[in-house]
């Protein structure tokens, strides 16, 4: 199993990204996918979750609202659109996918992660 993030990058405060986690090795389309992230010193802080049919999306309270997880299950992908980017949301992120937990907001549940793509936002 791989799963392979890119579009990470360095933004000004205000602007956007679009990352992209490509999976290959399993059968994608009955996987929930989700991003995580984690600053330097910090501790790994949930972002967003998509179920497997991608009929229900969930988000940190931090991203609520700029953030955006959609799935193409033709393509094996995830996309993760974030506008109005912050400084505080500087970080590795990365994607994962687990199949047959609920706790979506928990690394823990995740059974695959990818190699991880760095989002630097510059104020």
């Known amino acids: 199993v791989q799963l392979q993030a890119s579009g990470g990058g360095l933004v000004q405060a205000g602007g956007s990204l679009r990352l992209s986690c490509v999976a290959s090795g399993l059968t994608f389309s009955r996987y929930d996918m989700g991003w995580f992230r984690q600053a330097s010193g910090k501790e790994r802080e949930f972002v967003a979750a998509?179920?497997?049919?991608?009929?229900?999306?969930l988000y940190g309270d931090s991203v609520k609202g700029r953030f955006t997880l959609s799935r193409d299950n033709a393509k094996n992908t995830v996309y993760l659109q974030m506008n109005s980017l912050k400084p505080e949301d500087t970080a590795v992120y990365y994607c994962a996918g687990q199949s047959g937990s609920f706790y979506y907001t928990s690394h823990k549940s995740y059974d695959y992660w990818g190699q991880g793509t760095q989002v630097t936002v510059s104020s």
């Open positions: 998509i179920t497997w049919y991608g009929g229900s999306t």
